[in-house]
T-cell receptor, first 110, second 113 residues
Framework: GIQVEQSPPDLILQEGANSTLRCNFS?????LQWFHQNPWGQLINLFY???GTKQNGRLSATTVATERYSLLYISSSQTTDSGVYFC????????????FGKGTLLTVNP | EAGVAQSPRYKIIEKRQSVAFWCNPI?????LYWYQQILGQGPKLLIQ????????DSQLPKDRFSAERLKGVDSTLKIQPAKLEDSAVYLC???????????FGQGTRLTVV
């Protein structure tokens, strides 16, 4: 099946810093999503971005499907940005299985 | 628009007991997923439904886990008998179709003692 690699696995920032999270994948994809899992375990939709660039406030994402990677940018980080960021992919085929990466654990210190 | 609803939020049971989780997907969503997330790991797909048919259950431990999706809407996931290693968060998600944006419920945190 499709392989999803996220980097870095862990990231510690001071409040106000910027960061870039990366997701590499091994096959062509029908869709790609970024989620934020907050400390209570809720998976929050950040971006649905099979290709191109999107922005939502301090967050933006870019997917280059032809080169099989996606980037999530967080600017002016806040303590509430802490948590795990997951990249998930749907590789199509007959069942559209949604595959998760292992995540990036982000800690933003005040 | 209402999101994906799951219940209960928390459950503590003894090993060898049985437990059931319920999921109500977003209205009109044909695809429903159940994931298991063990502490410190990413979610693992247990079973995927398209309407009321099973699309993928390759990672479902069928000797103890079962799931059904009645009339292509609500779904229940059952564990019988539970083992200590089943302690995890069980997440339900739905999407309009399999290759579109998926949305997750708040999850059920299961502790087996």
């Amino acid at each position: 099946g499709i392989q999803v690699e996220q980097s870095p696995p862990d990231l510690i920032l001071q409040e106000g810093a910027n960061s870039t999270l990366r997701c590499n994948f091994s096959d062509s994809v029908n869709n790609l999503q970024w989620f934020h899992q907050n400390p209570w375990g809720q998976l929050i939709n950040l971006f649905y971005i099979p290709s191109g660039t999107k922005q939502n406030g301090r967050l933006s994402a870019t997917t280059v499907a032809t080169e099989r990677y996606s980037l999530l940018y967080i600017s002016s980080s806040q303590t509430t940005d802490s948590g795990v960021y997951f990249c998930t992919l749907n590789s199509g085929g007959s069942n559209y299985k949604l595959t998760f990466g292992k995540g990036t654990l982000l800690t933003v210190n005040p | 628009e209402a999101g994906v609803a799951q219940s209960p939020r928390y459950k503590i049971i003894e090993k060898r007991q049985s437990v059931a989780f319920w999921c109500n997907p977003i209205s009109g969503h044909a695809t429903l997923y159940w994931y298991q997330q063990i502490l410190g790991q990413g979610p693992k797909l247990l079973i995927q439904f398209q309407n009321n048919g099973v699309v993928d259950d390759s990672q479902l431990p069928k000797d103890r886990f079962s799931a059904e999706r009645l009339k292509g809407v609500d779904s229940t996931l059952k564990i019988q008998p539970a083992k200590l290693e089943d302690s995890a968060v069980y997440l339900c998600a739905s999407s309009p179709q399999g290759d579109t944006e998926a949305f997750f419920g708040q999850g059920t945190r299961l502790t087996v003692v």
